[in-house]
């Protein structure tokens, strides 16, 4: 009985296969169906060699003995028998350890080929929906996508072409699980860098982004040339680069930014396309007041505070957005309350000054008195 060492040459060739591994696989293979023909129980072993030359299969029966405090197998005694029809048990057993082994071995070369792009970009067909997952076709490996990853309300039809970004990628009983997501704010980040060469020359540069899926999109662009202009490049001619990015997001906005290194430019710049009159950095440098023009603030704030939202984000600070009128009015309260309090403290300052009147006594009355007293008492 032999098995054919030229096929595992071959296999070893062409899928990467160690030939030691696919022999070893199918030695425990073949120990394990003589111990099934042979009905051992747990005092039974085997041991199956094939020779590296000519492929000869010898199997060796043992008699062992477990442990039971450590588990540990020790070998009693060891002897040869192959069975006489082993043959047609060892061509099977020989295929389906083959078999098993390159289902392995491409699971590990597509986990291999993925592990190594999380944070990548990837390009999928549609191949199902339901309540769990969307998959999507990667060619070589299949992709999941949790509804938690989903843009809310976008339909994924069957058949349809899609980007979306890898979020993990792990194994699992059935070989590499791919997750990707549409709602990753890095997803517009990549899909910029695959339409303005720019960025991946490192000539713009993208220094935040902030996003709510579906709807809104902001992102902080800076050029490390003075000659070019970093929003003009990622707009592109008449529009064209950022209309790319906005079909493949199915029509989510997205404004874009210029960055700069001082804050109240930036947060300015952030609340696009509302003007801004004033930034105020609070004391605590966490706060930013934004002073808009009245006609511009519900332009500011944005539908359901989406502006003001996304700024903060892309900012990292918290943004407070009020009108010329009220700062002035508050001002104007503010100055008045200080008043008052001005008056006030000066009118007690002022009683706490005054000393009480007293009533004035005539010295020579009470001489005049204590005399009369004294006479009549003589």
């Known amino acids: 009985?032999?098995?054919?060492?030229?096929?595992?040459?071959?296999?070893?060739?062409?899928?990467?296969?160690?030939?030691?591994?696919?022999?070893?696989?199918?030695?425990?293979?073949?120990?394990?169906?003589?111990?099934?023909?042979a009905?051992?129980?747990?005092?039974?072993?085997?041991?199956?060699?094939?020779?590296?030359?000519?492929?000869?299969?010898?199997?060796?029966?043992?008699?062992?003995?477990?442990d039971?405090?450590?588990?540990?197998?020790?070998?009693?005694?060891?002897?040869?028998?192959?069975?006489?029809?082993?043959?047609?048990?060892?061509?099977?057993?020989?295929?389906?350890?083959?078999?098993?082994?390159?289902?392995?071995?491409?699971?590990?070369?597509?986990?291999?080929e993925y592990s190594g792009r999380e944070g990548d970009i990837v390009t999928g067909i549609v191949q199902q929906q339901d309540n769990r997952y969307t998959i999507l076709d990667l060619g070589k490996a299949e992709a999941l996508m949790p509804p938690?990853?989903?843009?809310?309300?976008?339909?994924?039809?069957?058949?349809?072409?899609?980007k979306a970004y890898i979020v993990e990628v792990r194994k699992s009983a059935r070989g590499p699980q791919i997750i990707v997501s549409r709602t990753h704010p890095n997803l517009i980040r990549r899909l910029f860098e695959l339409e303005v060469p720019e960025i991946l020359d490192g000539v713009v540069e993208i220094k935040g982004v902030a996003r709510e899926p579906g709807h809104r999109s902001k992102i902080a662009v800076a050029s490390n040339d003075r000659n070019v202009d970093p929003v003009g490049a990622c707009v592109g001619s008449k529009g064209s680069r950022v209309r790319m990015v906005m079909n493949e997001?199915?029509?989510?906005?997205?404004?874009?930014?210029?960055?700069?290194?001082?804050?109240e430019d930036f947060v300015a710049n952030a609340l696009s396309p509302a003007k801004v009159t004033e930034v105020r950095i609070q004391d605590d440098s966490q706060t930013a007041l934004v002073i808009?023009?009245?006609?511009?603030?519900?332009?500011?704030?944005?539908?359901?505070?989406?502006?003001?939202?996304?700024?903060?984000?892309?900012?990292?600070?918290?943004?407070?957005?009020?009108?010329?009128?009220?700062?002035?009015?508050?001002?104007?309260?503010?100055?008045?309350?200080a008043a008052e309090a001005e008056s006030a403290k000066a009118e007690t300052a002022e009683?706490?000054?005054?000393?009480?009147?007293?009533?004035?006594?005539?010295?020579?009355?009470?001489?005049?008195?204590?005399?009369?007293?004294?006479?009549?008492?003589?």
């Open 249 to 263: 997001l199915r029509g989510e906005k997205i404004d874009i930014i210029k960055w700069t290194d001082t804050i």
């Open 351 to 378: 009683e706490s000054t005054e000393e009480p009147a007293g009533e004035v006594v005539d010295a020579t009355e009470v001489v005049e008195t204590e005399k009369g007293e004294a006479t009549a008492g003589d």
């Open 148 to 162: 938690q990853e989903q843009i809310p309300h976008e339909r994924y039809e069957h058949g349809a072409r899609l």
């Open 68 to 112: 039971p405090d450590t588990e540990e197998i020790e070998i009693l005694k060891e002897w040869e028998d192959t069975p006489a029809d082993f043959g047609r048990i060892a061509a099977q057993t020989a295929k389906q350890v083959i078999l098993q082994r390159l289902r392995e071995a491409e699971r590990d070369i597509t986990f291999g």
């Open 292 to 337: 808009v023009p009245d006609y511009q603030l519900s332009l500011a704030i944005g539908k359901e505070g989406q502006n003001a939202r996304l700024s903060a984000r892309l900012t990292g600070l918290r943004v407070d957005i009020k009108s010329e009128t009220q700062i002035r009015e508050e001002e104007q309260r503010v100055a008045s309350a």
């Open 1 to 37: 009985m032999q098995i054919p060492l030229d096929s595992l040459r071959e296999v070893e060739r062409e899928r990467g296969i160690s030939f030691d591994t696919l022999l070893e696989a199918i030695e425990k293979a073949l120990a394990s169906a003589y111990l099934r023909m």
């Open 39 to 66: 009905g051992g129980d747990e005092t039974r072993g085997a041991r199956a060699v094939i020779d590296r030359e000519d492929g000869t299969v010898t199997v060796y029966a043992q008699e062992v003995e477990i």
